[in-house]
């Protein structure tokens, strides 16, 4: 099969697993950065139980495979009587192992905090949430912004678990549609590559993205 | 986790009310948890999932076994596939730092390639099209190639940051010493980076681990499918994926807790010179 | 700026019997001090005698076992807005200045004044640049503290102190991260407000400033008060022995 050929007769469904890969990674992304916040918040509170809820949520989804988190969420929850569409679990496991390494990379953006910082806020009379919001966070963010784009790019790949459910094809991403049509036509290479120009473009894209971002507000020391 | 200095740095020493309120919030968390875990032992023992059917036969020794044997599976396909990515990935970086701006141009594109496409991506790849190309692969290196080509590139990027951090006084020193690039490379300065580079290849072989767990797409016996085998002879899915769920856990969280205690060693001997 | 209060006020600062380990190690050791209103002390010592931690402990920034710090007669809160209140009203100088690294210089300058003090932007930035203008870095304003050199991010910080109108200003080795050309300029901006009254408590090395700035020269060893003497008598006949070999060892550095 020629690219025009397969780009002719699959063209539309590349471009809507293109659209759905974005939709999914940008919705992750989002939901994973919010819990992966929440869950820093436990690790550094000073109550102890928390913070050992936070470090296991971490540890937990930090180390487990996706294969074995999508096959909890898809076959056992119903058992425990928790029903969740395919789709869905696809997305609380790409949420959800993101968010722990958030939550890794904004502690070690923390703790890159020189300690004089803080003391330097305390000396001048800030209170401990306006340190936090004025001083610890915005100096935290700015020394995490390689590591969250490799996030971003990590997110996305995370969201190839979309094809290891049974999805409409209107829901298919950029790994499912090439199992849909190798399973209809003789896609060959050409079906792989062209889903993998459009990961590697996005890939890019988000590096490029992280890259201006980090040089604008990098701080200097 | 990560050095927990950061935690203590925030806070000063609290006085009696921030003592007490630490100590309120420690029992209203206390509490909030434990109904937490509650509602999910319940849930399980609602569902009857908590009967004796579903977890005695893990006091068995050929559960275990069983399970090992596919562990075994598991590991002997990761390290394969970590040795290959290695040597790939080094490949890479050498082609990365080559005066040749086409092997330069290729490796950099090879590098973006493998760290930009989903390692399920590259598996139906070899299960899908390698066979059609006439070339036919055992299900061992099915799994094994795809996930040691999609380490490849994040290892020779971790390569490259080794290189970089050693001290360029140590390339210059070399040189004017009189000996040649290679030598320089291999013996000066490869030796101290591979210190710096150790590390990162250990939480790599997490990276590649879990990627071997899409092993079942082309029917290779890790331990996802030895796992698969027990539950359909127990009949018992839920305890058997958890089982199996955390044993994935604690083999990277060991693997990721090894990483660190020699990054922080490495770190250690490098600021000692 | 204030005039001089004569003696028997209530002191800007007062320490009274005060205690402080770090494990087994007894770093402060009953330690009582006060400085009067437009006063400035100087603290001096081998390093490891003490003399930071107890600048520290005047803003809580170190926390003690036993005895009482008072602040203008009130007892140094222990935490919470009261403790951050207080602390606004004593300025504090690092020796690693610390500047906020993520803020220009001007907005190091506003924010406390702002969040704080609750002054406007607009008189924030004014009073800023004024101050700015002062210690003699108001061209720099506008730059990040890492494009600063060294002293002109030290008189930066200076002025970030002074921005909040402080009673008492605490320098904890001002100079010690320096490069030898830059010391000047940042001791000429203390002795100007050592000049202006400005109530100050100084833990230093440079015994030439020490000797021209202060009013009262507290020498401290072994976490102790050594010796509490007037500069002159301190450096031409030192009354202990432990501050006759501490001068001794640094007048002759060659010897070592």
């Known amino acids: 099969m020629s690219l025009s050929a397969l780009l002719s007769q699959y063209g539309d469904l590349y471009l809507q697993a293109l659209l759905n890969t974005w939709r999914l990674t940008a919705l992750c992304y989002v939901g994973a950065f919010a819990i992966g916040i929440v869950v820093t918040v436990l690790r550094v509170c000073p109550v102890k139980p928390l913070r050992v809820f936070g470090d296991f949520f971490v540890q937990v989804f930090r180390n487990i495979p996706g294969a074995a988190m999508l096959i909890i969420l898809v076959y056992a929850l119903p058992r425990l009587k928790i029903m969740l569409s395919y789709e869905m679990c696809v997305i609380v496991a790409s949420v959800l192992i993101p968010s722990a390494f958030c939550s890794e990379h904004l502690m070690s953006g923390m703790n890159t905090i020189h300690p004089g910082q803080i003391e330097a806020a305390r000396a001048l009379g800030l209170t401990f949430s306006q340190m936090i919001a004025r001083v610890v966070i915005p100096q935290a963010l700015r020394s995490t912004v390689l590591p969250m784009t490799s996030l971003a790019v990590g997110t996305m790949l995370t969201t190839a678990l979309a094809s290891q459910v049974p999805l409409r094809p209107n829901q298919l991403e950029l790994t499912g549609v090439v199992n849909y ?25 988000i590096g490029w993205i992280g890259a201006t971002i980090d040089r604008k507000v990098r701080i200097l020391r | 986790m990560n050095a927990p200095s950061i935690r203590d740095r925030l806070y000063e020493p609290p006085g009696p009310k921030t003592r007490r309120r630490i100590a309120v919030f420690t029992v209203i968390a206390l509490l909030g948890l434990g109904f937490l875990l509650y509602l999910v032992v319940r849930q399980f023992e609602r569902q009857g999932q908590l009967q004796p059917r579903y977890w005695d036969f893990f006091l068995k020794w050929s559960t275990w076994r069983y399970l090992g044997a596919g562990l075994l599976s598991t590991l002997k396909a990761a390290l394969t596939a970590a040795v290959i990515a290695i040597g790939a990935g080094f490949l890479l970086m050498r082609g990365k730092l080559n005066k040749n701006p086409v092997v330069r141009w290729v490796s950099v594109a090879l590098i973006e390639f493998t760290r930009g496409v989903p390692t399920l991506l590259l598996i139906y790849f070899f299960f899908l099209v390698v066979p059609r190309m006439g070339v036919s692969l055992g299900a061992f290196w099915r799994i094994t190639l795809p996930c040691a080509i999609s380490a490849s590139g994040i290892i020779a990027e971790a390569f490259r940051a080794g290189v970089n951090a050693v001290p360029r006084g140590q390339t210059e020193a070399a040189l004017s010493l009189g000996l040649s690039n290679l030598r320089t490379f291999y013996q000066v300065v490869f030796p101290q980076a591979i210190r710096f580079v150790i590390p990162s290849l250990i939480s790599e072989l997490v990276i590649v681990l879990k990627d071997t767990t899409f092993a079942y797409v082309v029917s290779y016996a890790d331990l996802m499918q030895n796992a698969k085998v027990l539950i359909t002879s127990h009949d018992s899915l839920v305890s058997v994926y958890l089982v199996v769920a955390v044993i994935y856990i604690l083999i990277n969280y060991g693997l990721n807790k090894l990483s660190d205690r020699m990054a922080r060693g490495g770190a250690r001997t490098a600021a000692e010179r | ?102 803020m220009s210089v001007l907005d190091n300058m506003i924010l406390a004044p702002v969040s704080v003090l609750k002054k406007s932007r607009r008189e924030a930035r004014e009073e800023a640049m004024r101050l700015l203008e002062r210690v003699g870095v108001a061209d720099q304003a506008k730059k990040l503290p890492a494009q600063l050199s060294g002293g002109q991010q030290q008189r930066a910080a200076i002025a970030r102190a002074l921005a909040m109108r402080p009673r008492a200003m605490l320098f904890d080795e001002p100079t010690s991260a320096l490069d030898p050309e830059m010391i000047g300029e940042v001791l000429n901006v203390i002795t100007e407000l050592a000049q202006e009254g400005m109530t100050m408590v100084i833990v230093t090395h440079e015994m030439n400033f020490a000797r021209r700035v202060s009013d009262r020269v507290i020498f401290m060893d072994g976490g102790m008060i050594v010796e509490e003497n007037t500069p002159e008598a301190f450096f031409s006949h030192p009354s202990s022995q432990r501050a006759v070999d501490f001068l001794q060892s640094i007048r002759t550095p060659e010897a070592l």
């Open chain 1, 181 to 205: 049509i190798n399973s209809r036509a003789v896609g060959g290479v050409l079906a792989f590559a062209v889903s993998a120009v459009l990961y590697v473009s996005t890939a890019l894209l």
């Open chain 3, 1 to 102: 700026m204030t005039q001089r209060y004569p003696a028997g006020d209530v002191p800007v600062i007062e320490l009274k019997n005060v205690n402080k380990h770090y494990g087994d190690l007894h770093v402060l050791k009953d330690i009582s001090l006060s400085v009067r209103k437009g006063e400035v002390v100087v603290i001096i010592g081998p390093s490891g005698s003490g003399k930071s931690t107890l600048c520290r402990t005047i803003n809580r920034l170190e926390t003690i076992d036993s005895g009482q710090i008072l602040i203008e007669g009130v007892p140094l809160p222990e935490e919470g807005r009261r403790l951050a209140e207080l602390r606004s009203r004593i300025g504090m100088v690092f020796q690693s200045f610390n500047l906020f690294a993520h």
